[in-house]
Each structure stands twice: as structure tokens, then as C-alpha cells.
């Protein structure tokens, strides 16, 4: 999944936010999100990884940034089936970092990245999380209930807010 994200009057200069696997490893867990900036001639040219979770995780997806309080935030979604068997136990959800500048280096919010999580009990209920720039986040239904092919959603799961305070990420009661 790319996103792109045009800092404007930030940096005054386009940024291509994307995830991928990563070079430095042969395992099969090892995805990274990473960013590109355009060349004098237009091609895009990859930077450092921003997040690199190999040995971790292997499906990053859907980086996006958002910029509150001065801080940048880094928010992505992951499924909690391509989590190495050592980090098992992490749910699907929203996760994310926080940074003070755009290269970084970025800190894991809340000290585990973990901001929402889809309910225990409806483990396909919500999938594909994006925060809007008013710290509303929207996701998709997958399905309602367990895991039942019956039950699918296909549309847009109720929205939360976001309590944001420095390293911390919260959803509204």
C-alpha cells in the first residue's frame, strides 16, 4: 500500500509514504514503511525506513501522517495473523508513532504502537483504519460477529476519536 502526503507549507516538498519488505533480511517477517522524496529529474528516491519491523511483523499497511500539536504521527494498520510466532498474542488494530521531526527518530505511542484494536469478540469486525486530520478515525467493516462469511460488512465501521497527548494515544470515551 503507497500513500503520498504533501507537507505544503511544512517542508514545501512531496513525500511518497510507502511499506515494504525489507532488503536486509531473508525472513519472511520483515516489513518496513518508508518514505521517498522526487529527484531534480521527478524519480523517487527511498530514505531510511521510518518504522522497520523485521523479525516482527510483516504486513504494514495503509501509512498515512497526520501532524497534531507540532508532533509528527505515523498510523498504520496490521493484522494480528502476520505477527511472528514470537510476538504473537498482538491483535489487529491501529498502530502508530510519534516524532518530532519527519526523519525521525520515531517513538512507538503508548510504548507498544498499539492505539485500537478490533473487539475480541468480533476479531473481523473492523479492519483498515484511517485518521482525519480532526483526530476522527474511520475503518471498515469486514464483518460483524465472529468470523462468518454471511456477515459481511463492506461499509464503514462507527467512528472513534482520537485523545492525543505527546506520546500517548487514546480514543475518547
Not at 521527478?42 to 498515512?64: M, S, Y
Not at 516524532?99 to 483498515?128: C, M
Amino acid at each position: 500500500m503507497v500513500g503520498i502526503l504533501h507537507l505544503g507549507a511544512f517542508q514545501n516538498k512531496r513525500l511518497l509514504i510507502f511499506t515494504a519488505s525489507s532488503a536486509r533480511t531473508a525472513g519472511e517477517f520483515d516489513g518496513v514503511i518508508g518514505t521517498a522524496t522526487p529527484d531534480d529529474n521527478g524519480n523517487f528516491v527511498a530514505t531510511r525506513p521510518l518504522i522497520d519491523a523485521c523479525g516482527i511483523n510483516n504486513e504494514l499497511e495503509r501509512p498515512h501522517i497526520r501532524i497534531f500539536d507540532g508532533r509528527y504521527y505515523l498510523f498504520w494498520s496490521t493484522q494480528r495473523h502476520v505477527f511472528a510466532p514470537a510476538a504473537s498474542g498482538w491483535p489487529t488494530g491501529l498502530y502508530g508513532a510519534v516524532s518530532d521531526t519527519l526523519e525521525g527518530p520515531w517513538r512507538l505511542l503508548n510504548g507498544t504502537g498499539l492505539v485500537a484494536e478490533t473487539p475480541a469478540a468480533s476479531p473481523a469486525q473492523t479492519y483498515s483504519w484511517l485518521v482525519l486530520p480532526d483526530r476522527s478515525v474511520t475503518s471498515f467493516v469486514d464483518r460483524w460477529g465472529a468470523t462468518n462469511e454471511a456477515n459481511f460488512g463492506g461499509t464503514f465501521a462507527p467512528f472513534v476519536h482520537l485523545v492525543i497527548d505527546g506520546d500517548r494515544v487514546t480514543l475518547r470515551p
